[in-house]
């Protein structure tokens, strides 16, 4: 698996207590639902990333 990228996230706190509780719902961590919006907002705008060498099945 390739080396994750680390961010810097400014949010407003009310953002940030919205995502942290879908992530609790989804039993996931707040990073987690994070990249998970995220995979799906690139997916439905066409962005799709190319899977990492690590990601191919």
Request: aromatic share 4%; glycine share 4%; hydrophobic share 40%.
């Amino acid at each position: 698996m390739s080396e994750r990228k680390k961010v810097l996230l400014r949010l407003d706190p009310a953002v940030h207590d919205a995502v942290a509780k879908w992530a609790a719902d989804d039993l996931r961590s707040v990073n987690a639902q994070i990249e998970f919006a995220l995979r799906r907002a690139l997916d439905q705008a066409g962005r799709s990333p190319r899977p990492s060498r690590g990601d191919e099945s």
